[in-house]
């Protein structure tokens, strides 16, 4: 039913650093699976650079794309500072704004699009001129801190319990306890990752 991306870098036993461009290959050579990211680091990127990816991938595989979005670097150190800073990008403080970006993501790949204020003048902003739909977007965690903010904004969790193994059931708990109906979900919706070996 689906198969999702991860988003690593500087690792030579995994070969997938670029989800976007992954999910549009496995998303031409099928026709039915949901593909999608498991996740985009998003303090590496501009949430427009986002949103615009998956709205496109949205626009041309409707229905079966979904957009799991961690707050984690995905890499080491030295890789994290050339993939935020290297190239005068992604401010030194996206992990911290990772709640406010993860509303842009989702703003910007609405059909309607986002007013963005420059100059005092009010401009339109839309990830893709011609969206009809969007892609399921799932927050994706490993702590309390995306189960909260998933909860609270009426979105989907995955809890990351390959990386730690700690926490697991607190916070799929959290999650259903906070969890606030949304126009996208009405309910909680949740599964865990596992190593398999």
Same mark, same amino acid.
């Given at each position: 039913r689906r198969y999702w991306l991860a988003e690593h870098h500087n690792m030579p036993a995994v070969a997938s650093t670029n989800p976007p461009l992954l999910i549009a290959m496995l998303a031409a050579a099928t026709e039915r699976i949901r593909v999608g990211s498991g996740g985009v680091m998003l303090p590496n990127h501009a949430p427009l650079v986002v949103a615009e990816q998956f709205a496109l991938l949205e626009a041309a595989y409707p229905g079966r794309i979904d957009l799991g979005l961690g707050r984690a670097p995905g890499t080491d150190p030295v890789t994290g500072y050339a993939l935020r800073y290297g190239g005068g990008g992604v401010s030194q403080?996206?992990?911290?704004? &990772?709640?406010?970006?993860?509303?842009?993501?989702?703003?910007?790949?609405?059909?309607?699009?986002? =007013?963005?204020?420059? =100059? =005092?003048?009010?401009?339109?902003?839309?990830? /893709?001129?011609?969206? /009809? +739909? /969007?892609?399921?977007?799932?927050?994706?965690?490993? *702590?309390? &801190? *995306?189960?909260?903010?998933?909860?609270?904004? =009426?979105?989907?969790?995955? &809890?990351?319990?390959? &990386? +730690?193994?700690?926490?697991?059931?607190?916070? %799929?708990?959290?999650?259903?306890?906070?969890?606030?109906? +949304?126009?996208?979900?009405?309910?909680?919706?949740?599964? %865990?990752?596992?190593?398999? *070996?």
């Open positions: 403080d996206a992990a911290e704004r &990772f709640a406010e970006h993860v509303d842009n993501v989702r703003a910007m790949m609405d059909p309607a699009g986002v =007013g963005v204020t420059v =100059g =005092g003048q009010t401009h339109a902003l839309r990830a /893709t001129p011609v969206a /009809t +739909s /969007t892609p399921d977007v799932w927050l994706l965690g490993s *702590s309390d &801190f *995306s189960a909260r903010l998933a909860a609270r904004n =009426g979105m989907p969790y995955v &809890f990351a319990h390959h &990386f +730690s193994g700690q926490g697991t059931a607190e916070a %799929l708990d959290l999650y259903r306890s906070q969890f606030v109906p +949304s126009p996208e979900l009405a309910e909680p919706r949740t599964f %865990l990752t596992v190593n398999v *070996s």
